[in-house]
């Protein structure tokens, strides 16, 4: 595979040189020499200001083209611009984002002022939909373009944090672990058991790497694909949506050089309650009363084990979550090079993230290198090359965050030495110690990722408007993952184990892609895209452990040295087909329609179903451009649009449909020497499938009042079939599961979208973007099964699948209050015990006639987000508010006896603080010390919540200031992430939520200081 990597390397270096040499060279600007028919003519160079004629200030990112070429440049952050043009160039284009385009003859001026007018009738911003780009006027499907302006001014060292809340029917879980991913669903879940990722497009290609790999100062813009339509073209990677994802390009005719820097500080933002010393005391001698114990507070250190009760009397206490935790930080530094001129397009950037999370020893390190190169060889063809390089080190074993709720603020965590304890109580040998494995362990995690994507586009000249672009994309990731955990000094037994994880991945994507577009007459035009391509993924990787080690001298290159070894391996191969056909058509450019038929084969799937096809059709009109809307001055944009469509899911491991076989070791009665076995592991499956999603999809897209409120509002239903489970068997076909195809899901919702200038001034504006979505998702059937023959579905009580229901719920009993004195008390209950409710009414509570649906779990109801942006003059403020309501979870650490002491009668280990009953304090929501949970209820909590998540200040400096340090721009920032929360959540965060111990990892409270220049 290494052969694969240096050949990738030789093609960059090759194609880059050689553009950049072609570039460079004196009087030529193409790979090729001029004839004389090529001779240019005279040029002129003409400058000049483009203003708002609202406001007469500056409008900086004007684009400013000549008319009919690619030649063109961008005003600065003033408004100014120059371009170079020959004496026989008519018009220059100038155009904008919200502002009207104009179109103006130059003739003899070299000096040109131009002012633009606002205008949201013009809808002209270039939106990406997939194998090309649309105007936002012609689009017609879901596509929601994220604002990359709204999250430059904020320490987002991940791509997926500029989604958050910011795209309505998107949700986003951050991890709060540095160079983690998070979760994306969009739309809700539709699939049990094939996946809810969305696809990741990076510059047209599928993205099989992490999102934590691509540097957000490198993205020009950001797509997300909603609907069967928009999406389909992805055909069978596309059923949960598709982000696309477009890296920068240089656009100025002079070198621009751009420093982007950010230093910040975290801290916990939230951390589950723990009990304090003194509360702690307390709940050891409130249990020992409950248990029937002596409990004199005189004699408290009698009821501690003896390490406690040393530290108690020597006044040595410990805060678990400040003993686990490190000081937060965060560093960023971006630098990139860009330009352009007649030939060649080129943006270099280099950037390093240095990251130390809030838990002990969790740490980031990121090195990202991008190279975008495009040169116009000929008029008819141009060739270019998009590479990107990260590096990612999370080496350092962190602490465990699950061993914090079992820790005793009188616990031994370090000895005098600074050596770990094995227990931070040994009498115990049951609470762990966070810290024992971040300070035995040495440990090195790297990943490494090159991708790349070489392209030619042959502008074929006998044909106008045809065009064929081919794109052959390598991709070779390898990481690796070493541990060595070293000898315990104070153990006699030796404990060193050591082991090596070694992974190689390449993919490679070839597609063929012919485009035509054709205006015939002034009625009707046409787009016309045809796709072939292939694609492959192969992945090998090897395990190699030790333990018992005879020397700590060698850490993990000493595996010969261990008293056990093994050693494993792996690999796997995937490949597909595709060919896709769309058409666009324009009537009057307001009746638009668009056709699009992908057709896919995976080899993941059994023979007879490796094909499957996926059609869609939009349609749109432009409601506001007919003759009967002219009289309605105050309406800029009113659009309709309908969308229905298919897509696929593929996302399952290779080789599911076949028979696998595994090994094992066996020794016969004899007493002989092990024998290796092979077994069938895996039942064959020949019927395995796609997993499909039909989706239909309307929308009205709106502007009034010369663009002060815009939005969508976008309603949709989507019926997933041919779900990919696991299909539990019966132990007599000697097989525990299945692949295979059953059931279907449904999937609807709501999704609103509000833009609004609610205040324009000359000096001051105030804006807001408001995104509010409700989604409600249900499984339709599952095996057609009625085995009790009440006439109703079976439900599937192990997955906790209910006919239905939301495809995460939560199923168990229903608690009714804490039993009190004076209540009827059943047998087996007392005072301070969980009363639960009895629903059939016989009088005892029992798992078959009293458990039923809690509530939804998994994802909200509702999700909404709040921007507003504040400007006055050069200083701007951005504060955004995120909330989800609607769904709970379990938090199994509310049962104040969760995990008990069999070594320590009378005590309990579990140390969050939530309160408890007791004869003096009657709670009526928390249950008594001595409660032993008899049902197994799992304790259920709100997960709503409301958040400020960031706030940022900035200054731009004007222009002549900055001009006298030669730049163009100069920002400073300061901003606040994840300020404070709103929740009755008791775990670290209410959005990631997390049903084990272990995901309760403490969120980030981060603030930052940065700067953006330009040269």
């Keep these: 595979m290494k052969e694969r990597l240096f050949t990738l390397l030789l093609l960059a270096a090759g194609l880059g040189c050689g553009m950049l040499q072609a570039a460079a060279l004196p009087g030529h600007n193409r790979l090729y020499a001029h004839s004389a028919d090529d001779i240019p003519a005279a040029e002129i160079t003409v400058r000049g200001r483009v203003t708002d004629r609202e406001k007469g200030e500056g409008i900086p990112g004007v684009n400013v083209v000549l008319k009919n070429s690619r030649k063109g440049t961008t005003t600065d952050a003033d408004g100014n611009y120059s371009i170079v043009i020959s004496t ?67 320490p987002n060292t991940n791509v997926t944090q500029s989604l958050r809340g910011r795209v309505a029917g998107v949700q986003f879980t951050d991890s709060g672990r540095p160079g983690q991913n998070g979760s994306i669903l969009i739309r809700g879940p539709r699939s049990l058991g094939g996946g809810n990722d969305p696809l990741i497009v990076l510059d047209g290609i599928f993205f099989n790497g992490s999102l934590a790999d ?38 100025t005719r002079k070198p621009t050089i751009r420093v982007n820097a950010f230093t910040g500080v975290s801290e916990m933002g939230r951390t589950v309650k723990l009990l304090s010393p003194e509360r702690y005391l307390q709940k050891t001698l409130d249990y020992r009363t409950q248990s029937g ?347 309709f649009r309908l969308s229905y469509g298919a897509v696929g899911n593929q996302a399952i491991q290779p080789y599911q449909s076949l028979g696998l076989s595994g090994i094992t070791q066996y020794v016969y009665g004899d007493g002989g020497p092990t024998s290796v076995g092979i077994y069938p592991s895996t039942m064959a499956n020949s019927n395995l499938k796609w997993e499909t999603t039909y989706t239909a999809n309307a929308a009205i897209d709106f502007s009034l009042f010369k663009g002060r409120l815009g939005g969508t509002v976008e309603v949709y239903n989507s019926d997933t079939k041919n779900l990919i489970v696991q299909r539990s068997l019966p132990t007599l076909t000697g097989y525990t599961s299945v692949l295979t195809n059953l059931g279907a899901t449904n999937n609807k919702g709501i999704e609103l979208t509000f833009n609004t200038v609610n205040l324009r001034k000359k000096n001051f504006e105030w804006s807001s973007n408001i995104v509010l979505s409700a989604n409600r998702n249900k499984i339709v059937h599952l095996y057609r099964s009625d085995t009790n023959g009440d006439g109703q579905e079976d439900n599937d009580l192990i997955n906790r699948w209910f006919i239905g229901q939301p495809v995460t719920v939560y199923y168990d009993y229903v608690f009714d209050g804490i039993y009190q004195q004076g209540d009827q008390i059943p047998n087996g209950s007392q005072p301070g015990f969980i009363r639960f409710k009895d629903l059939n ?49 379990d938090f199994i650490l509310l049962d104040p006896n969760s995990t008990k002491s069999e070594n320590s009668p009378g005590r309990a280990l579990n140390q969050i603080d939530a309160g408890w009953w007791t004869a003096d304090n009657k709670s009526d929501t928390r249950p008594s010390l001595v409660y032993t949970n008899p049902l197994g209820y799992n304790y259920y909590v709100s997960r709503n919540f409301v958040r400020i998540q960031d706030v940022s200040l900035a200054y731009n400096f004007p222009a002549k200031w900055v001009k006298k340090v030669h730049g163009t721009n100069l920002r400073v920032f300061a901003s606040a992430k994840n300020l404070y929360t709103f929740t009755k959540w008791p775990g670290t965060d209410p959005e990631s939520g997390g049903t084990t111990k272990s995901s309760f990892y403490p969120m980030p409270r981060t603030y930052t200081v940065g700067l953006n220049l330009g040269f």
Excluded: C
């Design 293 to 639: 114990l002596p409990s004199d507070p005189a004699s408290v250190a009698s009821y501690l084990t003896t390490t406690e009760a040393a530290n108690y009397k020597a006044g040595n206490v410990v805060d678990p979550w400040k003993a686990a935790s490190q000081p937060g930080r965060m560093d960023s530094y971006d630098l990139s090079l860009s330009g352009r001129n007649e030939a060649t397009n080129y943006y270099l950037s280099a950037a390093f993230t240095n990251e130390k999370g809030v838990i002990l020893q969790d740490n980031q390190k990121r090195v990202t290198l991008r190279t975008n190169i495009e040169n116009q060889v000929t008029n008819w063809l141009s060739v270019g090359m998009n590479t990107t390089f990260v590096r990612r080190d999370l080496s350092g074993r962190e602490a465990d965050v699950a061993s914090i709720y079992y820790s005793s603020p009188f616990g031994t965590w370090t000895y005098p030495d600074g050596e770990p304890t094995q227990y931070t109580v040994p009498e115990d040998q049951v609470s762990g110690q966070p810290i024992r494995a971040a300070l035995l362990t040495k440990n090195e995690e790297i990943y490494n990722n090159l991708f790349s994507n070489f392209y030619g586009l042959v502008n074929i000249p006998f044909v106008k408007g045809l065009s064929f672009r081919v794109n052959y994309s390598p991709n070779y990731r390898w990481n690796h993952t070493y541990n060595f955990v070293r000898q315990d000094r104070r153990l006699t037994n030796n404990t060193t184990s050591a082991n090596k994880y070694n992974q190689e991945s390449f993919d490679w994507v070839l597609e063929n892609i012919l485009t035509y577009t054709k205006q015939i007459g002034k009625n009707h035009g046409l787009d016309v895209t045809l796709l072939y391509g292939r694609n492959h993924q192969q992945s090998e990787s090897t395990t190699a452990n030790a333990n018992q080690l005879s020397s700590d001298a060698l850490g993990w290159n000493s595996l010969t040295l261990g008293g056990t070894q093994t050693t494993t391996s792996a690999a796997s191969m995937v490949d597909g087909i595709s060919s896709m056909a769309r058409l666009n058509y324009r009537f009057k450019d307001r009746y638009l329609l668009t056709l699009t038929a992908r057709r896919d084969a995976s080899s993941v799937f059994a023979a007879n179903n490796k094909y499957a096809t996926f059609p869609s059709a939009a349609l749109a009109w432009i409601v506001s451009d007919e003759s009967f809307m002219r009289k309605a001055t105050a309406v800029d944009l009113l659009k």
């Design 88 to 154: 026989t160039a008519d018009v220059l284009v100038f155009s904008s984002v919200g502002f009207a385009t104009q179109e103006i003859t130059v003739g003899d001026r070299t000096l040109l002022n131009v002012t633009l007018e606002s205008d949201a009738r013009a809808l002209d911003e270039v939106v990406v939909v997939g194998y090309g780009s649309q105007s936002r006027r012609n689009v017609t499907g879901s596509v929601a373009k994220i604002d990359m302006k709204q999250t430059e001014n904020l």
């Design 214 to 251: 691509i540097n957000p100062n490198d993205i020009e813009s950001m797509e997300v694909l909603k609907d069967a339509s928009a999406a389909a073209i992805y055909g069978s990677r596309a059923a949960n949506g598709v982000i696309l994802i477009t890296s920068r390009r240089g656009t």
């Design 841 to 889: 009414g016989d009088g005892k509570i029992d798992a078959t006639n009293d458990r039923t649906i809690i509530g939804q779990g998994g994802q909200p109801k509702i999700r909404w987000g709040v921007t507003n942006n504040f400007s006055y003059g050069n200083l701007s403020l951005s504060v955004f508010v995120n909330a989800m309501q609607g769904w709970i979870s």
